[in-house]
């Protein structure tokens, strides 16, 4: 995909399809196993939110490799916390 989209120049267009496609294809799967297949806003603040407390980091630099909380004080490792989150927010979805 990254070849064709240099090579004709379509750029983003072929990135975003190949994407697409690979998500249909895992919903497919999944359907086709009994699973659900569950999507999270892109815009979810997954890195910012505490995942003990709840807190939301108003800035949080991409530099910055670990997340501490100011209200609990839980230190852990930003892309742990941020994939925490979004194991959270998908058991919240699968309850409604």
């Known amino acids: 995909m990254k070849g064709m989209s240099q090579s004709l120049n379509f750029g983003k267009s072929v990135g975003d399809n190949g994407w697409g496609m690979f998500l249909k294809m895992l919903e497919y799967k999944l359907m086709f196993l009994g699973k659900q297949f569950l999507k999270i ?56």
């Open 41 to 96: 806003d892109k815009w979810f603040p997954s890195s910012k939110t505490c995942s003990k407390c709840g807190n939301i980091k108003e800035e949080l630099k991409l530099s910055e490799r670990s997340y501490k909380c100011e209200c609990c004080g839980i230190e852990i490792d930003r892309d742990y916390n941020a994939a925490l989150n979004i194991k959270n927010i998908g058991k919240a979805m699968l309850k409604y």
